[in-house]
């Protein structure tokens, strides 16, 4: 069997190849003629394979993560409306929890979809970004999602490894980082299981927590629950009006009524005031299309508008949220259905 890395008596010694230093006074070096020898240091284990297939790491590939320094205020907060009404309450909830001493502080944001529970994150976190060295944001769906989002934090800590590292190396890295430092906040958006989570809170708790989550169970052992109502009448028409007036005044007659009639879910209301601006209408006209044409106004998308956020996907979101429990399901598709006389509804 053919053993890489043996030279026969008969080959010349081909020339090392220079060493790239490492931090602290270690280094890599990449040498011989068949294969190929990398080696870290002083009681550092040899690794021998091909050549061929050798990639020179830069020297922050080996230097230990809980040492590594960051510039205070690394931040990848996604840019959010400026628009922001009400909320006072939930706002100084998480200033009461995330500003006080202790280990690990998890506080999490739950409500139905399209209720403003990534929106309220951003707004706090873009608050309070100056009280923490790093903020990070990951949408954590999944656990691939979680893993992506620590692995793009360790490229921003350490610029120099990306797309040298698998994705695996760099998020163990960023999980290190976090493990030995304090004084920073991640926001976990979107999260489905609570487990998806637990093993980064266990192996990180000297940082600060802020989760969202349409799911309203299953924190009990992992964090502090703030649960995320619709807007009362005063702030869904404020915001509505602050939508419909943003570049230049227009008629807001009927925007109580439309509010109620979208029962002040924030993404509704955006939705239909964004709808509005752009097709210079107002919300009695509006209200006026919802009656003749529900279907088609909920999933009226205005310009510039994402999809994925209409209410008749939130809807469609919902039932698939049920299909482990498929008469919940049934009946709610039934009550859809039976809608009684005078009341509106574009959930079809």
Known sequence: MKRWGRRRKDQPQAPAAPAAPGP?????AAGGDISGIASTGDNAVNVQYRAERMTVLPAEAFGPWAELAVQAGLSNLPVRPGLFVGRAGELARLDAALAGPGGV???????LGGIGKSTLAARWAAAHASDYALTWWITAATPADIDAGLAALAVALQPALSGVLPLEALREGAVQWLAAHSGWLLILDNVTDPADVAPLLARAPAGRYLITS???????ATAVPVRLDVLNPAEAQALLTAILTQDQPREAGGAAELCAELGFLPLAIEQAGAYLAQASATPREYLD??????AAMYQAIPEGGDAARTI???WRVTLDRLADDPLAGQVLRIL???VPPGFRTGIQ
Do not use: F, K, M
Request: one cysteine or more.
């Open 24 to 28: 602290g006074g270690r280094s890599v």
């Open 105 to 111: 502080v998890v506080q999490a944001v739950h409500g």
């Open 214 to 220: 349409r799911r309203a169970t299953g924190w009990h």
């Open 289 to 294: 299309l919802l009656a003749n044409y529900p």
């Open 312 to 314: 008749a996907q939130i």
């Open 336 to 338: 859809a259905c039976e």
